[in-house]
T-cell receptor
Framework: KAGVTQTPRYLIKTRGQQVTLSCSPISGHRSVSWYQQTPGQGLQFLFEYFSETQRNKGNFPGRFSGRQFSNSRSEMNVSTLELGDSALYLC??????????FGPGTRLTVT | QKEVEQNSGPLSVPEGAIASLNCTYSDRGSQSFFWYRQYSGKSPELIMFIYSNGDKEDGRFTAQLNKASQYVSLLIRDSQPSDSATYLCAAYGQNFVFGPGTRLSVLP
């Protein structure tokens, strides 16, 4: 069974731009969560989608948004990028709302 | 603020020894607990999960949960240099809350 895939793997953007990251969960998994990981803050929860509905949201500004499609694929969008948004963005999928499996991540660098 | 705390380490143990990693959590509503291993430059990998008080063993790994003390631990027996990584503890209630991770170094 294929694992969680994320695209792109690496991305360089300029301050003020926006970015869209994509995540394809493990086949059959309906829950997709997004995390931001930085050396200083560790792994922080962004939001979780289950069957196309946002179930939970972390403490991030409204510039961070996401959505989930009917095939469970998910996208997250960050608008008006700031230097502090440079991070590893991880997507995790689960069959139910536990036992998450992480994708390889997207390394975003904002210059 | 729901928190998960871990000693950041580094925790150094000799090869073949038992490594003991500890974690405490603040949200009594947390129902399940997870240990992830993260190698440098890689994404977290699920090692163990535990829901009930007591011990759960899987190969060289044993997870221990004490809900009354809000304490979770991971024991790694016969530690190998390949176990050197950062270990993340996570608690799940309404969503996942991760600890900062403990860096483990197994010395040959």
């Amino acid at each position: 069974k294929a694992g969680v895939t994320q695209t792109p793997r690496y991305l360089i953007k300029t301050r003020g731009q926006q970015v869209t990251l994509s995540c394809s969960p493990i086949s059959g998994h309906r829950s997709v969560s997004w995390y931001q990981q930085t050396p200083g803050q560790g792994l922080q929860f962004l939001f979780e989608y289950f069957s196309e509905t946002q179930r939970n949201k972390g403490n991030f500004p409204g510039r961070f948004s996401g959505r989930q499609f009917s095939n469970s694929r998910s996208e997250m969008n960050v608008s008006t990028l700031e230097l502090g948004d440079s991070a590893l963005y991880l997507c995790a999928s689960s069959l139910e709302l536990d036992e998450q499996y992480f994708g390889p991540g997207t390394r975003l660098t904002v210059t | 603020q729901k928190e998960v705390e871990q000693n950041s380490g580094p925790l150094s143990v000799p090869e073949g020894a038992i490594a003991s990693l500890n974690c405490t959590y603040s949200d009594r509503g947390s129902q399940s607990f997870f240990w992830y291993r993260q190698y440098s430059g890689k994404s977290p990998e699920l090692i163990m999960f535990i829901y009930s008080n007591g011990d759960k063993e899987d190969g060289r790994f044993t997870a221990q949960l004490n809900k009354a003390s809000q304490y979770v631990s991971l024991l790694i027996r016969d530690s190998q240099p390949s176990d050197s990584a950062t270990y993340l503890c996570a608690a799940y209630g309404q969503n996942f809350v991760f600890g900062p991770g403990t860096r483990l170094s197994v010395l040959p």
